[in-house]
C-alpha cells in the first residue's frame, strides 16, 4: 500500500491546531502521523489503494477531532476536560431522546463514558493482558466526534434493547415450563390458521429483509429511530441533524422504495397474484409478525 504524504500531514497538524488551540503544544506531528496511519490502514485495509485516492481520503478527515481523540485515549487532562464540558451533555441529551426521560439514559450514556475512558466492561475497554484500552481507538477521523458519539449510542442502545427483549423471553418460557401461558388466553379455544398463513408471513419478512437491506445505510438508521425505538419525527431529526419535515419526506420516500421492492420479488420470484399479495400485508398485519429490528440490525 502507498504510503501517506509527509507534507500532507504536516498541513493536516497545522489545521488541527489551528482549529482546536487546547491541542497546541501537545499534539506533536508525529502522534497525528501515527494516527492518519492507522485510519488509513483501517479504511483501506481491503484493498490497495494509489497515492492520490489515499491523499483524497486523508484530506477528508476531521484532524481536529481525531488529534482530541488521541490525547484523550493518551490521558491527556485539559483534552478530557474539553471533552467533557463539550461533548458529555451532548451525549445526556441523545441518551435521553433515545431511552426516553428514565434513568436508563443516564445510565447507557454513563456506561458510554467508562468505555471512553477505557473502564468499561466490554471486550474494546481492556486488552488481553489486562491493559486499559479506550473506545477512542475504534475512531479514526471519518466523521465528526459528535456523530461518532450518537451512533455508538444507537448501537449500544439496540443492544440494550436486544438484552431485555432476550430476558423476557426467557421469563416467558419459564411460565410457559410452569404451565403458565403468556397471552393469557386459554389455547384450546385458538382456532386452526390459514394453511398459507406461515408461508405469506415468512415471504413477506424475507422480501422486507432484501428491500431494507438494499436501502441507504441513512435510511435504515432513520427507519430504525422511527420504527424500532419508537422515536418523534423532531427526535430523530436531532439525532440525524436534519430537519423534521426532511425525515418525514425521506421516510415516506423508504416505504415507498420498500412497498415496491417486496411487491416485485412477491410478484416476479414467488408468482404471486396481487390479492395473494394482500393477503401478505393483511396477514402480517393482523398478527403482527414483522420483525423489524431483526431487518434492521
Known amino acids: 500500500m502507498a504510503t501517506t504524504n509527509p507534507r500532507l500531514v504536516a498541513r493536516l497538524h497545522v489545521r488541527a491546531l489551528k482549529e482546536l488551540r487546547l ?51 493518551a490521558g491527556d487532562d485539559t483534552a478530557w476536560e474539553h471533552l467533557v464540558l463539550t461533548y458529555r451533555p451532548l451525549l445526556y441529551r441523545a ?7 428514565d434513568d ?75 404451565g403458565g401461558h403468556s397471552s393469557g388466553r386459554d389455547t384450546a ?41 419508537s422515536l418523534t419525527l423532531a427526535e430523530t431529526g436531532r439525532l440525524l441533524k436534519e430537519h423534521e419535515a426532511t425525515v418525514s419526506r425521506k421516510l415516506a420516500r423508504a416505504r415507498k422504495q420498500i412497498r415496491l421492492a417486496i411487491e416485485h420479488t412477491m410478484k416476479d420470484r414467488h408468482r404471486l397474484t396481487p390479492d395473494e399479495i394482500n393477503l401478505c400485508y393483511q396477514y402480517v398485519v393482523e398478527d403482527g409478525s414483522v420483525d423489524l429490528s431483526g431487518a434492521l440490525r
Open 23 to 73: 491541542l497546541r503544544g501537545r499534539l506533536t506531528l508525529e502522534v497525528l502521523s501515527a494516527a492518519v496511519d492507522q485510519s488509513v490502514a483501517y479504511r483501506f485495509r481491503d484493498s490497495s489503494p494509489n497515492q492520490k485516492t489515499i491523499s483524497t481520503y486523508v484530506e477528508s478527515l476531521n484532524v481536529a477531532d481525531l488529534g482530541l481523540a488521541v490525547m484523550c485515549d
Open 95 to 101: 441518551a435521553g431522546v433515545l431511552a426516553g426521560a
Open 104 to 178: 436508563t439514559g443516564r445510565e447507557l450514556a454513563d456506561s458510554l463514558w467508562a468505555e471512553l475512558y477505557g473502564v468499561g466492561h466490554t471486550r474494546s475497554s481492556v486488552e488481553p493482558g489486562g491493559e486499559r484500552r479506550s473506545l477512542f481507538r475504534y475512531f479514526h477521523g471519518r466523521s465528526r466526534l459528535s456523530t461518532w458519539f450518537h451512533s455508538v449510542l444507537a448501537q449500544r442502545y439496540i443492544d440494550l434493547v436486544r438484552a431485555r427483549r432476550r430476558t423476557e423471553s426467557l421469563d416467558v418460557d419459564d411460565r410457559e415450563e410452569q
Open 189 to 229: 379455544t385458538v382456532e386452526a390458521p390459514d394453511p398459507d398463513h406461515a408461508r405469506y408471513a415468512r415471504l413477506f419478512q424475507q422480501a422486507l429483509q432484501e428491500a431494507l437491506g438494499s436501502l441507504d445505510p441513512r435510511d435504515r438508521l432513520r427507519l430504525s429511530y422511527y420504527y424500532v425505538q
